[in-house]
């Protein structure tokens, strides 16, 4: 048995570390040099392509950050079961600033979109089977909140995917994340 508290702090690190990372690739070129104050703004406004998936991803890992600490157990140990799960749930949130990079620089291209909606899909899986296997789990309004999102990101990862087939937008479908948390809300007032 695995004391809980401590997949809790290596998540809180990854998240961080992973979270900070996305925004490396939002930078101007190297060689970029100008006392041109036009000129500059320009050149901030091609960066918009690098910046809109950094936000997407930020909001993306904010959320599994947020679903993970307001599911609660009572239960302090987990088994090695759950150890496993969690550190593939791990891995699949540090490629995240890998496939941020890739949508950054090849955002209209099918492949990249198949990429990051891929592995933002993986981890909505991941993340339901962790709270399969999350011993003593509270089923209350937080842990159907958790569910509700999960399902959002599968849903607009598959339909970015799908989407891809026909339009080089369909990583905009992403954005619908933004909504989860007043869909969940919504969810929770409804029922």
């Not at 550190?87 to 492949?111: M, R, S």
């Not at 399902?151 to 992403?174: E, H, P, Q, R, Y």
Request: net charge neutral.
């Amino acid at each position: 048995m695995y004391p809980r508290a401590r997949l809790d702090a290596l998540s809180d690190a990854v998240f961080g570390v992973a979270m900070t990372l996305l925004v490396l690739d939002v930078r101007l070129p190297e060689d970029f040099h100008t006392d041109d104050a036009n000129e500059l703004l320009r050149a901030l406004g091609w960066l918009l392509d690098k910046f809109w998936p950094y936000v997407l991803s930020f909001v993306v890992l904010g959320l599994r950050w947020l679903g993970n600490i307001q599911v609660r157990s009572r239960g302090e140990l987990v088994g090695r079961e759950y150890v496993n799960w969690w550190l593939l749930y791990l891995l699949l949130i540090t490629c995240v600033p890998f496939t941020t990079i890739i949508i950054g620089h090849f955002g209209t291209l099918a492949p990249a979109i198949w990429l990051y909606a891929g592995n933002t899909a993986l981890i909505a899986l991941v993340a339901f089977r962790l709270m399969a296997l999350t011993p003593d789990i509270e089923r209350d309004h937080h842990l159907r909140a958790r569910q509700v999102q999960l399902i959002l990101l599968i849903a607009s990862s598959l339909l970015a995917i799908a989407l891809s087939f026909v339009t080089s937008w369909a990583l905009w479908i992403m954005f619908l994340n933004f909504g989860a948390p007043a869909l969940t809300r919504w969810k929770y007032q409804s029922s």
